[in-house]
Nanobody, 126 residues
Framework: VKLVESGGGSVQSGGSLRISCTAS????????????MGWFRQHPGEEREGLAA???????VYANSVKGRFVISRDVAKATLYLQMHGLKPEDTATYYC?????????????????WGQGTQVTVSS
């Protein structure tokens, strides 16, 4: 499955931003709901950090660093994953990636995902 992120940009500290990830494949209407998906970010020189994930059943999990500020959701009909971000801080500045895997359980472990988008930049200024 091909994943394409969008919606990144620049925002001031305390602001909000929503990024999206649209999936496409020859059989996307059938396969999309069968994937668990997640949002990750990467700071230069650091490993990819898991932020939020959603299982096939719609249940979610969040990293402590974003819990209460970020919300992951998906629109199966549009084959699109969202990350709504509130209360953004300068340390949230990073490249954000979505990922998908053909397993039902949600996970924040980047090693368990095989399909990745190209990333979208989010910059938070103080």
């Amino acid at each position: 499955v091909k994943l394409v992120e969008s919606g990144g940009g620049s925002v001031q500290s305390g602001g909000s931003l929503r990024i999206s990830c649209t999936a496409s494949s020859p059989t996307i209407e059938y396969t999309y709901s069968r994937y668990s998906m997640g949002w990750f970010r990467q700071h230069p020189g650091e490993e990819r950090e898991g932020l939020a994930a959603i299982g096939r059943d719609g249940s979610t999990v969040y990293a402590n660093s974003v819990k209460g500020r970020f919300v992951i959701s998906r629109d199966v009909a549009k084959a699109t994953l969202y990350l709504q971000m509130h209360g953004l801080k300068p340390e949230d500045t990073a490249t954000y990636y979505c990922a998908a895997r053909g397993e039902p359980l949600k996970t924040l472990d980047a090693r368990l995902y095989k399909n990745w988008g190209q990333g979208t930049q989010v910059t938070v200024s103080s």
